[in-house]
Each structure stands twice: as structure tokens, then as C-alpha cells.
């Protein structure tokens, strides 16, 4: 049986907050809310930048980011991994509470290829801090 200690359910902009800690200000890591949003609202667009492979993701209003491929964590062959995939953390707990729920991506996915995915706690994975 594995323990974990109780820091509540959403940590966006707390002490637990890897993004609010370390940039400060209104700086903190997005929520499972967020990312929704994200997956939901936007358009995701397989492209290359710099030479960095990722999507672009498109708001309504226009506006864009881009979240780079990344590497995963327990892929055997991270160079392969880190060419089609991206995983970012957000600041919400998952089910069971030894997760937290990440947004996931497939960079050659036909599809829009983006969704919220649990995954356990103790493994290091990417933050895309947002601000207020």
C-alpha cells in the first residue's frame, strides 16, 4: 500500500504549485478545467517549430500556443517518444488519488488527438504554467 499526503484536490497557484513556486506572481500550473477547455474549444494543429514538433492549439478568439511533443516517461524509447508525444501536468487530482489528471497529445494523430488522461503522481512530467 503506497501513501500520499493530503494537499487537496487542486493545487493551481498554492504552495504545491510547481509553476507558482518557482516563476512566482500569478503564475501557476492550469487546472483539469483548463485543459478541458482546451481539448474541447480549440483547434489542435500537428506542426513543426524551430524544429521542434508539436501542436498548435487555436483558441476561438484567435489566439494560439504552442505545447511542444515531450518526452514519456516510461517509454523505453524516449527519442521516439519525444518526436509524437506530448504530456503536460495540471494541477488537478485524478482518480484513484495517486494520479493527477495531464493532457495528453499524439503529434500525427488524424484525429485532434488531445484529452485529459490521469497519471500517477510520482512520475516527472511536463508543466505548461498559465497566468491570470
Not at 24 to 47: I, Q, Y
Not at 101 to 112: A, K, P, R
Request: hydrophobic share 35%; glycine share 10%.
Amino acid at each position: 500500500s503506497e501513501e500520499y499526503q493530503d494537499i487537496g484536490s487542486d493545487i493551481s497557484g498554492t504552495d504545491y504549485d510547481v509553476a507558482h513556486v518557482k516563476w512566482g506572481g500569478n503564475w501557476r500550473m492550469p487546472t483539469e478545467e483548463e485543459f478541458e477547455e482546451l481539448a474541447k474549444k480549440c483547434s489542435w494543429n500537428g506542426t513543426e517549430i524551430n524544429g521542434v514538433k508539436g501542436k498548435l492549439v487555436t483558441g476561438p478568439n484567435g489566439n494560439s500556443i504552442f505545447l511542444p511533443c515531450t518526452e514519456m516517461p516510461s517509454s523505453a524509447d524516449s527519442t521516439a517518444a519525444t518526436s509524437i508525444y506530448g504530456i503536460y501536468w495540471s494541477a488537478t487530482l485524478g482518480i484513484p488519488r495517486a494520479y493527477a489528471v495531464c493532457l495528453l497529445f499524439i503529434y500525427n494523430d488524424i484525429v485532434s488527438g488531445d484529452r485529459c488522461w490521469n497519471a500517477r503522481r510520482d512520475i516527472g512530467l511536463v508543466v505548461r504554467p498559465v497566468m491570470d
